[in-house]
């Protein structure tokens, strides 16, 4: 354990270089006008990134299944200063829904710049219980959709040197207990853009895609689920869709929020041995 101090130690004073090192290059001038497709946007982060690109003049289609909440959060984003608003209420349990939602968002905005990836099925936080239906659901949801959305907007895309932006998680990162389908399902987001970022590059398509990790985020449900079983302090969600949305216009490859996420995963793969202990520690294993 010595070693693993000593590490970790060595982290720390690496990652407060390179903070005081870091120069901002977000310019919120660069969103002003920019088309952004923005799914899960009627609650949590999903609805805290529609009032920011709202209030750096962007232009947004908000989409999500509750249409009465999709009306409050346009309303407010007009408020706040955006330049155009529609909204489109649509489940992406359903394989027809997400071509259809990148069709009206290009022809309400006469094309995209972003896509941002946001949305999620309810799954349950609990051990695996067998229900292989809902894991199929749940993909169907959390990364079928996505796929399905960003082959519709590619093409628009392409056409705008944009960005897709991919809302994931640590537990696509790092497997974690009581998120057995969820973390399959960011898993495989990892895996697809990862290799969809590289094909991109070999075609020579100026399309950018950014990974948004993400760890424990204050949202009602988020806080809900994971009482009495994750030691962690929550994040804000004003700030982790900030984060995102930073990560998306700077166009880097992976955003992390909170920072340290990024340095947890690297210690992981220096690590190996260690892996198990470092993660058990935020994990209430008394209590399933």
């Known amino acids: 354990m010595k070693a693993v101090g000593k590490a970790l130690c060595a982290a720390g004073i690496v990652a407060g270089l390179l903070a005081f090192l ?6 919120p001038e660069s969103l002003s006008g920019a088309r952004v497709l923005l799914t899960g946007a009627s609650a949590g982060i999903g609805e805290q990134m529609a009032y ?3 209030s750096f003049g962007a232009e947004i289609v908000l989409t999500a299944r509750r249409e009465a909440v999709l009306q409050r959060v346009m309303k407010k984003c007009l408020e ?4 155009k608003v529609f909204y489109i209420a649509a489940d992406m349990s359903s394989s027809s829904e997400p071509e259809k939602v990148v069709h009206f968002a290009v022809q309400k905005l006469g094309g995209l710049d972003f896509l941002v990836l946001n949305h999620i ?4 936080f609990q051990m695996w219980d067998g229900d292989v239906e809902h894991t199929r659901w749940l993909m169907q949801v959390n990364f079928f959709s996505y796929v399905a959305l960003a082959t519709a907007a590619l093409p ?3 056409e705008n040197q944009g960005s897709l932006i991919v809302v994931s998680s640590l537990t696509g990162k790092i497997p974690t207990p009581f998120t057995t389908s969820y973390s399959a399902t960011k898993f495989a987001l990892d895996g697809f853009f990862g290799s969809l970022r590289h094909e991109l590059a070999m075609q020579k398509k100026n399309i950018f895609i950014t990974l948004c990790i993400l760890g424990l985020i204050d949202t009602e449900v988020a806080l809900e689920k994971t009482r009495g079983k994750v030691y962690l302090t929550a994040a804000p969600a004003a700030e ?5 949305i930073r990560g ?3 166009r880097v490859h992976e ?10 995963c690297r210690f992981r793969d220096w690590f190996p041995s260690h892996r198990d202990r470092v993660l058990q520690s935020y994990y209430n294993y008394s209590s399933p």
């Open 156 to 158: 628009t895309l392409e």
């Open 22 to 27: 870091w120069k901002d290059t977000f310019d």
């Open 52 to 54: 920011h690109y709202a």
């Open 255 to 264: 955003a992390f929020y909170p920072w340290w996420l990024q340095y947890m």
């Open 80 to 83: 706040l200063g955006a330049k």
């Open 240 to 244: 982790a869709a900030l984060a995102i």
């Open 248 to 250: 998306g216009a700077t």
């Open 121 to 124: 099925g309810m799954t349950p």
